[in-house]
């Protein structure tokens, strides 16, 4: 046996977890997020569920759904959470309605109904004038504060927030428009 075969091995290994998880990190991360209230917490789930992917990555069968075994260890590392801070809050899902949750996130991966959402999102964007595309990409893209948008768009914060609040508003009904006559 040549003994530079295991590295090579290990290294392709590592290679097709890195490359798996690139490709399907942001979904997994938007499965999170809509399982876990707070955005740091996702945050901390999604990486710790990462770190159980690296470790039981010798379980995964090449070519295979790459992204439905990762959602469900995900899907365990959130049930964990929520055990690990049930003692600290009050208000939590029922396990069984994060579950149905959990399923339908799963149909609507299935039935590609986030890139249809996402298509039509952009193509909505796109119809909105340049200043309010900017500061679209101000506050969700760049992470902007209100307090820094107001500055440099020289409006009131109130008026930033009235203005976020109709953008949101009239994005969602394009949405729901350009999704209806597909």
Not at 7 to 27: Q, V, Y
Not at 98 to 115: F, N, V, Y
Not at 132 to 143: G, Q, S
């Amino acid at each position: 046996m040549n003994p530079d075969a295991e590295p090579s091995a290990e290294s392709d290994r590592t290679e097709a977890f890195l490359r798996l998880l690139t490709e399907h990190e942001r979904r997994l991360s938007i499965y999170v997020t809509g399982l876990v209230a707070c955005p740091q917490d996702a945050q901390d789930v999604l990486q710790e569920g990462k770190i159980v992917m690296w470790r039981q990555f010798h379980q995964f069968e090449l070519g295979t759904n790459f992204a439905a075994w990762a959602r469900k260890i995900l899907f365990y590392q959130i049930l964990a959470f929520r055990r690990r801070s049930k003692r600290d809050r009050s208000e939590f899902l029922s396990d069984r309605l994060l579950e149905t949750l959990s399923e339908e996130s799963e149909s609507a991966i299935r039935e590609q109904r986030w890139q249809r959402r996402e298509k039509a999102l952009q193509e909505c964007v796109t119809k909105l004038s340049g200043e309010h595309r900017e500061i679209l990409e101000l506050r969700y893209r760049d992470e902007a504060s209100i307090e820094g948008i107001s500055r440099r768009t020289e409006r009131t914060e109130g008026a930033v927030y009235r203005l976020l609040s109709r953008l949101r508003k009239n994005l969602h009904q394009c949405v729901e428009k350009e999704l209806s006559q597909a």
